[in-house]
């Protein structure tokens, strides 16, 4: 199963709607090639994500990615999901076994480790979509003052909280905390904003 | 795409409560309990709007991770850089200032000029700020030729996995041209991908860019216009630029005023870039008057 340039769109939708999920999978138990195309669109991104959380290895998100979407496919395909409607919960469900199995032939299990956000910006898959996400986070932090761009850093980079933050800005805790709300909010509005051109 | 729940976890988890509890940051954190994880994860495989929100925070952590809090400097948030691993930016960055070595005017105490060739085609980085102090009066101004002169905003390709769709195979083609500088090859190939997809505001742009270089300004207008037609994408502000650019270059100063002045307006990363190019477009035409 050969994953298209675009599976990990951020504009991929998830068929949100059980009929919409029950429609799919029927499409693909009626061996429909482009709804295996979409359903591979459609999940990919975030089989990939979630992969990549739980066991933090590149390497490993493709084949395991590749390994649950393929799993997927073939169980639709022979009818084996029960509740159609549920074919979101099905693939997360398939995805969680395979990274369970990925894990249990490894010896360490880093699954306490948070996400190493350059190791995951590195490893994602490259697409134009992923490029102009990162092209336009970036014109959106620019556009931050500096002192909340530092107290976005030292939050989600460093992991530090309102209070640690407050003591090394000369700030207090509950300013600091909403200059972070704020912030995030601002970056993630304008790049949706932006994303929509 | 209205707010989903996910009732299958013992935690009831919706967007309400992804928002309230700040659960994308704790959960690209590794905060979350092991129940409150699942029960996320279960939800972003359904809901579009939060797992859009987690790409993009994660996209932040990775930057600012990349760059600092101090790295977000005008020329660093320029849409094509996001083209550009580290070694292209350094290669762009000594370029730049190569190049601002080369353009930037003579101090009656400063050193002897230095010896240049002549860079290819139109090529010319966007000003660079002088060093600090006040201007001699006898600093010469930049001509119009330099002011209009362009330097291809770097591009370096991306791997993707499976066979491309006809439009980025065409674009993929036309960009390895584009980066050979064999920007006729380029044309052809990218008008293809534009035809495949005329909404691609990267086509649309590099397309215009390849014809600028190539000189045929009547063209290269055409499609930054149409670049900037598409609204508010990652190319808008370098649209506007390069247009103004074109317009210089067929020696049309209001035209390229306006753009500039649409730029400013933007109020983006490069608005200040776009302030000095303003500044220098309305002293040459007050020198040709």
Request: glycine share 6%.
């Amino acid at each position: 199963l050969t994953l298209p340039p675009g599976s990990y769109g951020w504009h991929a939708r998830c068929p949100t709607h059980p009929q919409q999920q029950s429609a799919l999978a029927e499409r693909i138990r009626s061996r429909e090639p482009a709804a295996e195309e979409e359903l591979v669109r459609l999940f990919s991104d975030r089989v990939m994500f979630l992969v990549l959380a739980r066991t933090r290895d590149p390497e490993a998100a493709r084949d395991v990615t590749q390994d649950v979407m393929l799993a997927v496919v073939r169980a639709l395909r022979e009818g084996h999901l029960r509740e159609e409607e549920r074919l979101a919960a099905f693939v997360y469900g398939t995805a969680r076994n395979l990274i369970n199995n990925y894990l249990r032939t490894r010896s360490r299990l880093p699954r306490e480790d948070p996400i190493d956000a350059g190791l995951h910006l590195a490893s994602m898959p490259d697409s134009v979509e992923n490029s102009e996400r990162v092209a336009l986070v970036r014109r959106a932090l620019g556009a931050l003052d500096s002192t909340d761009r530092k107290i976005l850093l030292l939050t989600l980079v460093e992991g530090l909280k309102p209070g640690e933050i407050a003591v090394r800005l000369g700030l207090t805790s509950e300013v600091v905390r909403t200059r972070k709300s704020r912030a995030l909010k601002k970056t993630t509005e304008r790049v949706k904003r932006l994303s929509r051109r | 795409m209205s707010a989903n729940t996910t009732n299958s976890s013992k935690r009831r988890m919706d967007c309400d409560r992804v928002a309230r509890e700040e659960i994308l940051e704790s959960y690209l954190g590794g905060r979350l309990s092991e129940e409150d994880r699942d029960a996320f994860e279960e939800h972003y495989f359904e809901c579009a709007r939060c797992f859009d929100e987690l790409q993009t925070i994660q996209a932040i952590r990775g930057e600012l991770r990349r760059a600092g809090a101090e790295g977000f400097e005008a020329k660093s948030t320029r849409p094509f850089f996001g083209w550009v691993p580290a070694a292209g930016l350094a290669a762009a960055v000594l370029l730049a200032v190569g190049v601002w070595l080369w353009m930037r005017p003579l101090s009656p105490s400063g050193p002897p000029e230095p010896t240049r060739s002549q860079p290819p085609s139109r090529a010319q980085l966007p000003e660079k700020p002088g060093p600090p102090g006040p201007e001699p009066t006898v600093t010469p101004e930049p001509s119009l030729d330099q002011l209009a002169r362009v330097e291809p905003p770097p591009y370096e390709p991306v791997t993707l996995r499976g066979a491309p769709d006809a439009a980025t195979a065409r674009f993929q083609r036309g960009m390895e041209g584009y980066r050979n500088a064999d920007y006729r090859g380029a044309v052809a190939d990218l008008r293809a991908a534009a035809e495949l997809d005329p909404d691609a505001a990267h086509i649309l742009f590099f397309l215009g860019i390849s014809h600028l270089m190539l000189g045929q300004d009547n063209a290269a207008i055409d499609r930054l216009r149409a670049t900037i037609a598409l609204g508010d994408s990652a190319y808008l502000e370098d649209a506007h630029l390069y247009l103004a650019k074109a317009f210089l270059g067929r020696k049309d100063f209001a035209a390229a005023e306006t753009q500039l002045k649409k730029l400013i307006q933007l109020g983006g990363s490069s608005s200040g870039e776009a302030r000095r190019l303003l500044r220098q477009v309305e002293r040459l035409k007050k020198r040709s008057d």
